[in-house]
């Protein structure tokens, strides 16, 4: 999410012939099938062609799904939905929680004044929890971005109001923000302790340390920034077990002219094909958490911080090394398989 704006078969059971499930499990199996009680949220968000959602299946370790449904797009609290109920069945079936994205368009002019008019709140919400009972949702998660400092009171107004009406319905409310920086519309507008205190999950988005908009090249999400993200947040007032890990499958490919920088999105198994066929090392930045590969074009050098299912591990881990309640990925659909395990196994590691 964020400037982004976030399937793959369950490896164990699904795949096998009614024969191999007559056998004895090899251990393998058995350490996929354990399940951990944290959360494990995926988001998934349609291609710029897509009018609906597919549902991608249930990855290994993957508890939560939540699809880019909704939008409120105006001051009168409107909401547009591409929600479907074969979409919801088909969750339910696979043993899968539920919480739909919601966004403010992430228009700043259009949420202030939302924010500021009582009746357009009101609206919102009720709109919102109307969608929830149509298509029978265990929760919604709230992604309001790109919001002036000045409208941070309004935001903490309008989560409880919609916090406490989802809840009376039985629903769980989760509501995704950055760590503490100074950045004025991404990060300033967020009374962190205030909003964790009405909300079920704050899902940290610990990706972007590094976007096109702000000029300079390098990771999307190294350990080190990973990590004093944890710290401040906590500091600022997020409970650890209400706190779920956002983390990338995405990174960005990045090309150097002239003294400009240009970056864009690379997604895992692209960043991998790249780099065998330009033919280029790549070596493992222990600092970073991640390998790094580069070449040079037609007087242009392009570089890559690579995110895969090594370095997705690392931040994992800090899930246990924090207690926190578990892990977000952004998103569905542009990774490769062998993270979904790492990922489920972290998680178990978590629980011990």
Known sequence: MSWLKIGCLLLAGLLGTAAAAAAPQPQRQESQQARSSKVCLMWQQPKPDEKRLTFPGRPEGV???SPCWFHIINEQGEVTSIAERSYVRQARQSGMKIWPLVTNSFEPQMTA???????GRQKAAANLVRLAKVYELDGINIDFENIAS???????????ELSQALHKASMTVSLDLTAPMDQEYWSKCYDRKALAAQVDYIMLMSYDEHSPGF?????????????????NTLKDGVPANKMLLGMPLYMRLWSEKDGKTKGKTLHMPAAQSLWREKGVSRRWLADIGQYYYKYQEQGTRYRVWQEDARSLALKAALISRYDLAGAALWKKGVETPDVWPVLAQALVNADR
Do not use: H, M, Y
């Open 63 to 65: 508890n939560v799904i």
């Open 113 to 119: 004044r939302l924010l500021k008019s009582p009746e």
């Open 150 to 160: 000045r409208d941070r009171d309004g935001l903490t107004s309008f989560v409880t």
């Open 215 to 231: 000029g300079s090249s390098g990771s999307v999400a190294s350990i080190p920034w990973v990590q004093q993200g944890i710290e």
